[in-house]
C-alpha cells in the first residue's frame, strides 16, 4: 500500500481468504474413435466435443465407426460427461491408428485431448479409444542386436537409421548409447510396423565398425502407447483393450506397458446388436470407464470399478475360469499378471484394480487416482495465492487450506490421513527472496482390500460341550 497524505478516516478492502478446496472433477470421460457419418459441423475431426447425456447429439455420430458404441457402453452404465474426439477413419487398419495417434505439436488425435481444458473448461480423467487399442502391429522391430561394438563414437554425433518398410507401413526409429567410444546399446523409440523383411540398419557418425541387426515381431499397439504419453500429463488414467484372444495373448500385450495410470482389460464383452438381433463382441474398456465415473459419482474417486457389475451385456467375449480362493484360475492369474478381466458371480463383472505400474506403493490403480486428485485439487485451490506479496498471513493461509482439506478427505474416507507443514529449513531467506515457497503434506490413499483370508482350525473340544449336552438331554427325557 503506497502511503499518501490524508487528515481523514478511509477504508481499505484487503484480500479475502481463499475458499475451501473444491476437488477437482474426477469422472469425465476422453474418447477417441471414429464416425465416418457424423456430422462434421458438430463433430470436427481433431477437436474435442463435450458430450453431456445428450441423446440427439450422441446420434449425430451416425452407425459406422466406433465412437457412437463407445458412447452407448458408457451410457449404459449410467450418464456421464464424455469428451469426445472424432478421428478419420483410414484405408486400412494401420492408417486409422496413425489418425487415431495424431501429432504432439498439432494435437490432432489422441493429443487432442490435451486441448479440452483451455476449449471445454473440462479435463478427461478417464480415457479410452474403443476398437482402436486391442490390436497388436505385426512386423514391427520389436529388437536390435548390436553384433560389432565398434569404435571412437560419440554419443553427440551418433545415429541409427532403420530402413523404411514398403508403402503403408511405418518406419521404426531408434537412438543409440555410447560408453567409451563403443556402442553399447539401441533404445527402439518407435519401433513401426507393416515390414515384411528384417530391414538393414545403419549406424552413422564419428566412429566406425558398428554393426546392428534388427528382428522383427508382435508390437505395441500404437494407440495405447499414445494414450500412456498423455495419461500423466492430464492425471488420467486410460482402459485399454487386450487382445481378447487367450491368457497368452494378454500377458504379452500387458508387458508393452509399465504405468501406474494404465489398465488393461482383457477379453471384451458380449453386446446385443439390434440390427442382426444377435450377440457380439466389444470392446471393454468403454463400459469400465463407465463404470469409473457412475461410482466417482456414487461412492467418490477412491473406489475402484472392480468387482461392480457392468450393465447391458451378455456375458464376457470369452469365458474366463474364476473361483474367489483358487490361486490357479485364469481369472486370478490374469489379475496376478495386471489384468483386469470379467468374471460370473451374481451378474457379469469387472474383477482387478491393478494398474501396468512396477511400484507396489502405486499398485492400485484406485490409489493413483486418489493422489492425483488431491495434487490437483489443491493446485487449483492455490493458484489464487500466487503472485501475492509473502507475508505470514499467505504463509499460514496455504498450510491452513491444505489441512483443512485434507481432514475433510479423510473424514469422507478418501484418506486415511494426511498433514500438512512449511520445514523452515528447506524455507530459507534465499528462496524466500527468489520468490520461492515449498510446501510439504503428506497423505495416505485408502487401499482397496484385494486378499481376504479368513483362517480356520478343527477343535474336538467341542465334543466336550456337545457330550455335556447330550448327557443333559438324556436326564431331563
Known sequence: MTVQYLHGVETIELDSPSGPVETVK??????VGTAPD????????NTPVAVFADALK????????TLLDGIDAIFSQKSAVVVVTRVAEGVSQEETWSNAVGSPTGKTGVWSLLKARPTLKVIPKLLVAPGMTSGRPTNGVKNLVIADQGSAYVLATTTITIEAPPAGGRQATAV???VGGKLTGAIITDPGYGYTAAPAVTVAGAGAGATVTATLGHVANPVGVALASIVDRLRAVAFLDGPGTDYADAVEYRNDYGS????IVDPGVLSWDTENSIYVTKPASAYAAGIQARIDEEKGFWYSFSNEVIQ???GPARPVDF?????????????????????HDDGFRFWGLRGAGQDPLWAQLSVRRTADMVYESLERAERSRLDKPFSYQLLSGIEGDVNSYLRLLRARGALIGGKCWIDPTVNTPQTFAAGELTVDFDLEPPACLEHLQFRARRNPQYYT????QFSRAITNA
Not at 474426477?26 to 474418447?31: D, M
Not at 450422441?58 to 465407426?65: I, R, V
Not at 501406474?260 to 489398465?263: A, E, G, K, V
Request: proline content about 7%; charged content about 20%.
Open 58 to 65: 450422441a446420434g449425430q455420430l451416425k452407425s459406422e465407426g
Open 312 to 314: 447391458n451385456i451378455g
Open 323 to 343: 473361483m474367489p480362493n483358487d490361486r490357479d484360475c485364469e481369472a486370478n492369474m490374469l489379475n496376478a499378471a495386471q489384468i483386469t478381466t470379467i468374471i
Open 465 to 468: 460341550d456337545f457330550i455335556e
Open 26 to 31: 474426477s469422472n469425465v470421460i476422453g474418447l
Open 38 to 45: 457424423a456430422d462434421p459441423d458438430i463433430f470436427p475431426l
Open 260 to 263: 501406474q495410470r494404465i489398465s
Open 176 to 178: 543409440p548409447q555410447v
